[in-house]
């Protein structure tokens, strides 16, 4: 069987552009036993996919040149050699950005869609919900009455992260690119400010006005200039989840240099870097709770679903400026 | 009373130079209930009091331009209106840089000298040596067979942070600013390894040779690119404990730009910065240990000592181009 395929064609330096990506058509091979053949459904396009891209020693593998692109994948099974995944059931996995794959039944998850939309299991019940929960109430823990900051707060990550900071009954500020993300973050998100880092002169001084009192923990997806704005308002104590660096992936420089490390040392701060595959032995603890703040309706969820296979790419680079609004997906019709 | 005392004539910018200090005479006044007079004996200087010299809102107190500069004094009690605190007592406490002064019993605790030299209640049982503790079991945590960085390696923290990781049974690299302290770290200090950075070509290169395996905690004294080539070389999970930031105390424009960022983030790093004072309800307990490895040979120590009142400037500046091995004091004949 034929499908269309992405590969990486060539690694970016810097921004990466549509050139770094070919479809290559390929030949599936017959299924194996225990084997399943899956038409994707919803694509998950994630900005840390950007550092697989290049070819230096991370904690996930790099991708290869003229090789499979990979990331979550919601998927129909269309056949099955397999005892526990049937035909028709719905899956998801780490899969190819093609139209259809082969994959070990072993490596899938069957998901149950009957009440909440598939493509949930690539955001608020997948990797970017998990993600919120551990770096808020792990790293961030923050208690009742503390000042919490979010940035990329109209993201897939942070704005779960925003809305578990107040489920913890803190005040949260979010920090988004756009008057449109930032009254979405307070109208329906509860985030109780918000600051458009694009218009605002200052992040430091906003912020100053904003949290008289200072801010107690600090859930960190972009880093850079916004980071050093918001460190400088840290209480002694504060708390960093370092979650996502997206303002310096397609950098080729340095970063500017900054007083992060200073007010670290002096405000006794503590920052973690975290990924969340290390805490992959609690996700059944995390996804109980997640699911049952969506049933009682104290969390809600929305993404920005891109329609074509064709235009995986341009979803991916959409990411880094900040055309999303929640999850970024791309469904495949 | 008559006493010369050293005042803050003017604010350093950037490096500090003789002239932002100045000697005044003053006079004492007569003894109050609970006062006692004291001649100061070992006066302690601290890159830390840099910070104190900046007009910056940060854990301790600014010290204000023409008023007297603090630091941790041992002193001779030469007359006493105190109960508790009798003439002749030696004590310690954070006194003014002056041959004489006056202060209340209860800010001065008594030290007991008949076995130990009294300066080393300034240093390794002092704030230096509660620091280097604190940072190396609390943060660092490292576990037996673990490799561990400390920079600032021969200084008043670093030599006793770097004992304390050989105790705990881990592998210890030093980094130090001459081949003499990187001798005197391995040979009298039980350092595995030790780096000058001034002549290396690389830290990043040399640590990776040293530490094929990785490093897993990193106690920062300084700051800076020393920095960046340790946490290069982190392995996931690692610790820092940010104890100091030297190289940048004197600095008038931002840092160079560094991954340190993007490292703590792809590596799962803790960063951690402290100050002692946070931790003071457990200093009896850490004194204790303290008090038993020194007595038990496992913890040495030594120092610089300055001789003369009028050198205090001088033995301050020198903590800034490395002309200490171990604790800097100056002691007043």
Known sequence: METAQFVLASRPYGMP????????????????????LLKSWYISVDPYLRGRMND????????????????????????????????????????????????????????????????????????????????????????????????????????????IAKIKGAR???????????????????????????TTKSIRKDLGKICPEGVDAYFDNVGGEITEGVV????????????????????????AGNLVMAWILTKSVTLQGFIVRSFSDRFDEVLTYLTQWLNEDKLKYTETIIHGFDKLPDAFLGLFSGKNQGKMLVEIE
């Open 172 to 198: 949260v500020i979010g920090i988004a690119g756009s008057e449109e993300k930032c009254n979405l973050l307070k109208e329906k998100f509860g985030f109780d400010e918000a600051i458009n880092y694009k």
């Open 56 to 163: 230096t020693k991370s904690y996930v593998e790099a991708f290869q040149v003229n090789q499979p692109i990979k990331s979550g994948v919601v998927a129909k099974v269309i056949e099955s050699k397999s005892n526990k995944i049937k035909t028709g059931d719905i899956v998801v996995g780490t899969l190819p950005w093609s139209v259809f794959s082969v994959e070990n039944a072993d490596k899938l998850r069957k998901i149950d869609n009957s009440k909440i939309p598939p493509y949930f299991y690539l955001g608020l019940l997948g990797m970017p919900g998990l993600t919120a929960y551990i770096g808020m109430t792990d790293i961030c823990k923050p208690a009742k009455g503390e000042t919490v900051v979010v940035s990329g707060a109209a993201g897939a990550v942070g704005l779960v992260a925003g809305q």
């Open 232 to 255: 400088a308002n840290l209480n002694f104590r504060a708390r960093i989840a370092l979650c996502g660096q997206i303002s310096q992936y397609n950098s080729t420089k340095l970063p």
């Open 17 to 36: 552009s549509p050139s770094n990506f070919r479809v290559e058509k390929i030949i599936l091979e017959e299924l194996k036993d225990n084997e399943v």
